[in-house]
């Protein structure tokens, strides 16, 4: 019903955007996808519609690395209506690999024809930064390339994925997502990630024996980390009394006592969790403290040792060589990404040393670091005089 509902979201989106304008001198407004899907247009709440909505000024961005970018940008213009074209202000050309000066002699043509000049050209960079979405590159790699191998189930309606990030960064550790029982093999670790409907993929892992290999895994002494759907799907049922994913039961994987309940209201938190009761594998998390956040409209009641505490109150669930938390971000911490790699190479009889520690940054540090180098380099690409002349004057 997304579609029946977008004009009734706009007067909350306008609230949202005067609210950020009393507060802020800038607000940069992300278009996703093209804003001329002309068969979209007359509903578009989120592209030229909303800048119509609140007069901004617009760059049009064309990625030149597939390459066609000047046929993109000029016939994105041509399908602009009227009223949306007198909102563009300028062309930007992205992801530019090369000599610049090979690309120049057409620029002057486009502007011509556009009507507007080529603010810059912002080179393609190789960036270590969140990805988007499902279509994230990452997330195609079968292959692990470290002597550590971590096998990240890649459930149809995966979620947050980027929670491993950081332990694909620690030097010696693969992480390679699978959807297949052939391509789980036999890792050091399986980890059961976030999910958007966690009883679909309750089902699914059922149906592509994925979920039988992944309890056979258990069994032998793999260990298996569950992150909040993940959580949940190690546990024995799960229950949809509201139609929060579309009611009904599941059963989970059994690999601890537990069972989920989705509530109505979903819980949102920045939390900080003091692991204390790890086992197994996990135990040299014992002590740690892991901060990120919840996002989770399912509780789950467990009967064996938990995690440990956030705020005070027992949270996940820890038995055998078996975690799990509702807790996203949980390797942000650089330690604790890099003491279970060790924990994973004593696992194998292998020294400490085939894993390293050296560039370990806690993830918002080095998050920070490539924004930075994004910024840098768009800044020095682009004509930031005529950026923010176009930002005072608006339309």
Same mark, same amino acid.
């Given at each position: 019903?997304?579609?029946?509902?977008?004009? +009734?979201?706009?007067?909350?989106?306008?609230?949202?955007?005067?609210s950020? +304008?009393e507060?802020? %001198?800038?607000?940069?407004? *992300? !278009?996703a996808?093209?804003p001329?899907?002309?068969?979209?247009?007359?509903n578009?709440i989120?592209?030229?519609?909303?800048?119509?909505?609140?007069?901004?000024?617009?760059?049009?961005a064309? %990625?030149?690395?597939?390459?066609?970018?000047?046929?993109?940008?000029?016939?994105?213009v041509?399908?602009l209506?009227?009223?949306?074209?007198?909102?563009?202000?300028?062309?930007?050309?992205n992801?530019?690999?090369?000599?610049?000066? $090979?690309? /120049?002699?057409?620029?002057?043509p486009?502007?011509?024809?556009?009507?507007?000049?080529?603010? !810059? =050209?912002? #080179?393609?960079?190789?960036?270590?930064?969140?990805?988007?979405?499902?279509?994230?590159? /990452?997330?195609?790699?079968?292959?692990?390339?470290?002597?550590?191998?971590?096998?990240?189930?890649r459930?149809?309606?995966?979620?947050?994925?980027? %929670?491993? %990030? #950081?332990?694909?960064?620690? #030097?010696?550790?693969?992480?390679?997502?699978?959807?297949?029982?052939?391509?789980?093999? /036999?890792?050091?670790?399986?980890?059961?990630?976030?999910?958007?409907t966690?009883?679909?993929?309750?089902?699914?892992?059922?149906?592509?024996?994925?979920g039988?290999?992944?309890?056979?895994l258990?069994?032998? !002494?793999?260990?298996?980390?569950?992150?909040?759907?993940g959580?949940?799907?190690?546990?024995?049922?799960?229950?949809?009394?509201?139609g929060?994913? @579309?009611?009904?039961?599941? /059963?989970?994987?059994?690999?601890?006592?537990?069972s989920?309940?989705?509530?109505?209201?979903?819980?949102? +938190?920045?939390?900080?969790?003091?692991?204390?009761?790890?086992q197994?594998?996990f135990?040299?998390?014992?002590?740690?403290?892991?901060? @990120?956040?919840?996002?989770?409209?399912? *509780?789950?009641?467990?009967?064996?040792?938990?995690?440990?505490? $956030?705020?005070?109150? #027992? *949270?996940?669930?820890?038995?055998?060589?078996?975690f799990?938390t509702?807790?996203?971000?949980?390797?942000?911490?650089?330690?604790?990404?890099?003491?279970?790699?060790?924990?994973?190479?004593?696992?194998?009889?292998?020294?400490?040393s085939?894993?390293?520690?050296?560039?370990?940054v806690?993830?918002?540090?080095h998050?920070?670091r490539?924004?930075?180098?994004?910024?840098?380099s768009?800044?020095?690409?682009?004509?930031? *005089?005529?950026?923010?002349?176009?930002i005072?004057?608006? =339309?």
């Amino acid at each position: 019903d997304y579609f029946a509902r977008k004009k +009734a979201l706009m007067p909350q989106i306008l609230e949202a955007f005067d609210s950020l +304008a009393e507060e802020n %001198d800038v607000i940069v407004i *992300e !278009g996703a996808g093209s804003p001329v899907e002309i068969n979209l247009a007359e509903n578009d709440i989120v592209n030229m519609g909303l800048a119509r909505a609140v007069s901004s000024p617009v760059l049009l961005a064309g %990625d030149i690395n597939p390459g066609g970018v000047f046929a993109q940008l000029y016939g994105t213009v041509a399908l602009l209506a009227p009223e949306d074209r007198a909102l563009l202000r300028g062309l930007v050309v992205n992801k530019f690999r090369g000599d610049v000066e $090979i690309l /120049r002699p057409g620029l002057a043509p486009l502007e011509k024809m556009c009507g507007v000049p080529v603010v !810059g =050209v912002v #080179p393609y960079l190789t960036l270590d930064l969140d990805d988007e979405d499902s279509l994230a590159p /990452r997330l195609s790699a079968r292959e692990a390339r470290g002597v550590i191998d971590v096998a990240v189930v890649r459930l149809p309606h995966l979620s947050n994925f980027t %929670d491993f %990030d #950081p332990l694909s960064r620690v #030097p010696g550790v693969g992480v390679r997502y699978v959807s297949s029982t052939t391509d789980l093999g /036999r890792p050091d670790l399986v980890v059961l990630p976030g999910s958007k409907t966690t009883l679909d993929d309750a089902r699914w892992l059922a149906a592509s024996g994925i979920g039988a290999c992944v309890r056979a895994l258990s069994g032998a !002494g793999t260990p298996v980390l569950g992150i909040c759907g993940g959580f949940q799907l190690l546990g024995d049922e799960l229950s949809d009394p509201h139609g929060r994913e @579309g009611a009904g039961t599941a /059963r989970g994987l059994g690999l601890i006592p537990a069972s989920t309940v989705f509530k109505e209201e979903k819980r949102l +938190a920045q939390s900080e969790l003091r692991i204390t009761g790890a086992q197994g594998a996990f135990s040299v998390w014992n002590g740690m403290t892991a901060r @990120g956040y919840e996002i989770h409209d399912g *509780e789950t009641t467990v009967s064996c040792a938990p995690a440990g505490t $956030i705020g005070g109150k #027992p *949270e996940g669930a820890a038995c055998g060589n078996v975690f799990g938390t509702y807790l996203h971000g949980l390797f942000d911490e650089p330690g604790v990404a890099l003491a279970l790699a060790r924990s994973l190479a004593r696992m194998r009889g292998l020294p400490e040393s085939v894993v390293g520690a050296e560039g370990a940054v806690s993830a918002a540090n080095h998050r920070a670091r490539e924004f930075d180098r994004l910024a840098d380099s768009v800044r020095g690409a682009l004509d930031m *005089e005529y950026v923010y002349r176009i930002i005072e004057e608006g =339309v």
